[in-house]
C-alpha cells in the first residue's frame, strides 16, 4: 500500500476516537440476520481498490454489524476489553507478521511469552513448577490439557489411538456447571461424550468433592479408568467456585490428572483478599487463565499452565527434517512442541505491553473496583422489591431474577427491552431449571454511573 503511513494515521485517529467513546455506538449490534452479507458483492472486485474506498464501506456496511464489546454498557456474557496498549501491541504484531513456530523463527515471540507468564504465574501466585504456554482460546488450553492427561493414563495412546486396550472406559469428571468446552474436549480428543461425568453441585453451585469420590470409587470397582477432573474457579453462569483444595487431594489419592478452569476468575487471585479461589491450585497438573476476558488484552489470549509440560510436549512433539534446527537438539524451546498447532502468533507482545502498562498495582485496581461495581449492584438487587438475587458474588457478576417467580418469557421481555435501547447489553442464564439475568462487569470504562444505569434500565422495564 504506497500510502501506508497516511492511512495508518488516519486509522491511528480513528481508533482513538473509538476507545474514548464507543457509547456513540449502541452497544448490541442493531443489523438482522443477512444484511451485512446482502450488502457486500459475492466475488472480489477484479481491480485492486483504494484504501479510502475500503475505509468508507467499513464504516458504512461493517461497522453497523459490530456489537461492541468495548461499550462500557457491555455486561453481558464475561465483559472484556481490549485496552489501547494491547491494540497497538496488536498493530505490531500485525506488522511483524511474527511466526513462532520454532525459537529462530522467532527468539522474540518465544522468550517473551516464557517472561511473560513467568510475571502473571508470580502475580496469581502459582509456583514455579507451572510452566506456561499461550493458546488462542481456552477451549484449546482445555483441550491440550485433556490430551496430556489422556497421554499420562493411557500408555501408548499416541502410537495406538483410543483402540480398546488399557484405554477402554476412559472416564473424565468436572462439575455440572463446568463449561462447555470441557466436553468438546472430551468429544475431540476420541474418549466419548459418554465419557464426561458431571458431579452434582451444592447450593452454591459448586461441585460437591464427596460426590466426585465416590463417582471415581464406584467407576474404579466397575473396571473404569478414571482419567481426568477439571474443577472450575469462576463457573460461566454464576462464577462459583469449586473447592479445588479438597478436589486436588481426592485426584492426588487417584493419581487423575487435575485441570483448574480458572478462564475468567484466576486473575482475581493477585487481588489481595482473593488468593484463597486458587487455594489447592498449586497440586494441579494444569490450569487455564484468559488475559481475554478479564485482564485487558484484546481477544485472543489464553494461557495453560503445567505441571507436567513434559507430558504435553511428550503428546505433541514431532519434528520433521526441515524443522530440525541445533539449537533445538541443543534443547532450545521451539512453541510447536508444545500443541497441535505448528505456526503461532506473536500473541505475548500484547500481554506484555498490557501488564507493563498497568502495573501489577493497576491490574488489580481495576479488578478490584469491577468486584466494587457488582457488590454494589447485588447490593441494589437486594434491597430491591422487583428483583431477587439468585447467587453469591464472588467476583464481578451477578446473577438475579425478577421476584415472584415470572415466566420465562416476561424476562425475556424485560431483557429484551433493555437491551433494545442500545446504552446496555446483559445476557441470561438458567441456574436450577430457572431463568436468570446476568450482569457481567470487565470492562475498563465501566464506571458506577454506567451500573446505575443498568439497574434503571431494568427496573423501568420490569415495571411495563
Ligand atoms: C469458565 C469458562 N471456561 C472456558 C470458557 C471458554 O472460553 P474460550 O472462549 O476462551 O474458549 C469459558 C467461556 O466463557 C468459560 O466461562
Known amino acids: 500500500m504506497k500510502d501506508f503511513r497516511a492511512q495508518a494515521h488516519r486509522l ?3 481508533i482513538a476516537d473509538y476507545l474514548d467513546k464507543p457509547e456513540r455506538f449502541p452497544v448490541l449490534s442493531r443489523v ?17 481498490e483504494d484504501f ?5 464501506d467499513f464504516e458504512r456496511i461493517i461497522l453497523p454489524g459490530v456489537t461492541h464489546w468495548n461499550h462500557p454498557g457491555f455486561f453481558a456474557y464475561f465483559a472484556i476489553t481490549g485496552s489501547a496498549p494491547g491494540v497497538l501491541a496488536e498493530f505490531l504484531a500485525a506488522a511483524l507478521n511474527q511466526q513462532a513456530m520454532l525459537w529462530r523463527t522467532s527468539p522474540a515471540a518465544t522468550e517473551l511469552e516464557e517472561v511473560t507468564l513467568g510475571w502473571l504465574r ?12 499461550i493458546y488462542d482460546t481456552a477451549s484449546v488450553s482445555t483441550l491440550h490439557a485433556l490430551a496430556a492427561a489422556r497421554e499420562a493414563a493411557v500408555p501408548g495412546v499416541r502410537a495406538a489411538g483410543l483402540t480398546g486396550g488399557a484405554d477402554r472406559g476412559v472416564r473424565v469428571y468436572c462439575g455440572e456447571h463446568a463449561h462447555t468446552s470441557v466436553d468438546k474436549a472430551v468429544i475431540l480428543l476420541g474418549l466419548g461424550h459418554d465419557a464426561l461425568t458431571r458431579i452434582p453441585a451444592d447450593a452454591e453451585f459448586r461441585m460437591r468433592p464427596e460426590l466426585l469420590a465416590r463417582a471415581i470409587a464406584a467407576d474404579r470397582a466397575a473396571g473404569l479408568l478414571p482419567v481426568a477432573v477439571i474443577a472450575t474457579v469462576g463457573s460461566t453462569s454464576s462464577t462459583s467456585v469449586d473447592p479445588v483444595d479438597a478436589i486436588a487431594a481426592i485426584c492426588g489419592r487417584e493419581r487423575v490428572w487435575l485441570h483448574v478452569d480458572a478462564a475468567y476468575a484466576g486473575v482475581a487471585a493477585m487481588v489481595p483478599g482473593y488468593e484463597w479461589i486458587l487455594r489447592g491450585a498449586e497440586q494441579a497438573d494444569s490450569l487455564v487463565l484468559n488475559p481475554h476476558k478479564w485482564l485487558f488484552t484484546p481477544f485472543d489470549l489464553s494461557v495453560l499452565y503445567c505441571r507436567r509440560m513434559d507430558v504435553l510436549r511428550q503428546a505433541f512433539a514431532l519434528t520433521p527434517e526441515y524443522l530440525k534446527t541445533r539449537e533445538g537438539d541443543a534443547g532450545v524451546k521451539n512453541l510447536m512442541d508444545t500443541g497441535i498447532q505448528l505456526g503461532r502468533r506473536f500473541r505475548a507482545l500484547k500481554l506484555w505491553m498490557v501488564m507493563r502498562h498497568f502495573g501489577a498495582e493497576g491490574l488489580r485496581a481495576h479488578l478490584a473496583e469491577h468486584m466494587r461495581l457488582a457488590r454494589l449492584f447485588a447490593a441494589w438487587v437486594d434491597a430491591s422489591d422487583r428483583f431477587e438475587r439468585v447467587a453469591p458474588v464472588p467476583f464481578s457478576v451477578v446473577c438475579f431474577r425478577l421476584r415472584g417467580d415470572p415466566s420465562d418469557e416476561e424476562h425475556q421481555r424485560v431483557l429484551d427491552t433493555v437491551n433494545a435501547g ?20 470487565g470492562n475498563l470504562k465501566t464506571a458506577e454511573h454506567h ?4 439497574w434503571e434500565l431494568l427496573n423501568s422495564a420490569a415495571g411495563q
Request: net charge positive; hydrophobic share 50%.
Open 32 to 48: 438482522r440476520p443477512g444484511d451485512i452479507r446482502d450488502a457486500l458483492p459475492a466475488n472480489v472486485p477484479e481491480r485492486g
Open 451 to 454: 451500573v446505575a444505569r443498568a
Open 52 to 56: 479510502a474506498a475500503i475505509f468508507s
Open 122 to 133: 508470580r502475580l496469581i501466585g502459582l509456583p514455579g513448577a507451572f510452566e506456561g504456554v
Open 12 to 14: 491511528a485517529d480513528w
Open 422 to 441: 442500545g446504552e446496555v447489553f446483559l445476557s441470561h442464564t438458567k441456574l436450577d431449571g430457572r431463568y436468570v439475568l446476568r450482569l457481567a462487569i
